[in-house]
């Protein structure tokens, strides 16, 4: 995976949430280890009189159960292996055969807080009788500087957080890598709760059923942003343009989104999809928010 790399202080952190719950559920824990670490030819530096480090976990996880599972970790150098291995056991830890969906989802929820400091996250990458197999993938860093358009939208959708908004949009970004399905939903929900609140202050009205790109229309004529309400060509493009993204958001939610049944073959979401999405609905959200803004600035001036 590239050149990034998982310091000790994350592996350090894993190991604590490692620490805090069973490796595997359903599977007896040196046949677990034995996966990954050849467990039954390794030595055991810690009991001179064992012969293989398998026997020593037999003596300390279930006879005498004086090991937690950071002693066992750190036994078998997690902290220094590669890689590889580090991120094979986090994957084999959250098989399907190894516990259930629920588990799965805290424990991957749980460690991707630390792993995303590296770039990292434990993803749904695929399926076994429809259960969620999670891989390691590569992913933004949560401290990165490369994702400074979230901390402005975030701020301008908190200052104006009405009927749910700023909450839409942390749920967006939430799920962006880890539900990417989930993430398109709100990305969609998010537009269509600023429009909504815009026309409402704007003394105007939208039906039950109106589709995102009417309430957008609507939305945009109480801000003077449809392309109709101007003569120039440049701004008649741009704001054209806006109302095409808006169009896309919601044709993106209905192909790929949760909300709808799917068919034999669905069309599964990717992370880059719901980023996509998640990131056009933003950028459009700030915008009218921002616009409404200086709309109620220039009435109280």
């Known amino acids: 995976m590239g050149e990034r790399a998982v310091s000790e202080l994350t592996r ?40 293989s480090f398998a026997d020593a976990m037999v003596r300390h996880t279930r006879r005498n159960d004086d090991w ?7 036994h078998l150098g997690l902290l220094g292996c590669s890689q590889r291995r580090f ?14 969906e629920e588990e799965q989802r805290w424990l991957a929820d749980t460690i991707n807080g630390p792993l995303r400091r590296d770039g990292f996250a434990l993803l749904p990458t695929g399926r076994l009788s429809g259960y969620p197999i999670y891989s390691v993938q590569e992913v933004t860093p949560s401290h990165a500087s490369g994702a400074p358009a979230d901390a402005d939208i975030s701020a301008v959708l908190g200052a104006f957080d009405e009927a749910g908004v700023q909450a ?9 890598d880890r539900d990417p399905e989930g993430a398109i939903t709100m990305a969609r929900t998010l537009l269509e709760k600023v429009c909504k ?27 003077n942003l449809a392309p ?10 741009i704001l054209g343009n806006c109302q095409a993204v808006v169009q896309g958001i919601g044709t ?22 719901a980023a996509l999405a998640v990131n056009l609905a933003g950028t459009m959200a700030a915008f009218l928010v921002a616009t409404w803004a200086a709309r109620q600035a220039e009435k109280a001036a």
Request: with cysteine.
């Open 168 to 176: 839409a949009w942390m749920k967006a970004l939430e799920r962006r």
């Open 228 to 237: 109709s309400q101007h003569t120039e060509e440049t701004f008649k493009v």
């Open 87 to 100: 991120f094979g056991l986090l994957e084999a830890a959250l098989h399907p055969r190894t516990r259930g």
């Open 68 to 74: 937690t599972n950071g002693d066992l970790l750190r």
């Open 12 to 51: 350090r952190a894993v190991l604590d949430v490692l620490d805090t719950c069973e490796l595997s559920d359903r599977i007896d824990l040196v046949e677990f280890i034995s996966g990954m670490w050849p467990v039954e030819r390794m030595s055991s530096p810690y009991d001179g009189d064992l012969c």
């Open 252 to 273: 993106i939610r209905n192909k790929l989104g949760d909300s709808h049944g799917t068919g034999r073959k669905p069309a599964r979401p990717q992370p880059r999809h």
């Open 197 to 223: 609140h815009i026309i409402e202050e704007a003394s105007g009205s939208y039906g039950e059923n109106d589709d995102l790109p009417k309430l957008y229309r609507a939305a945009a004529e109480k801000l």
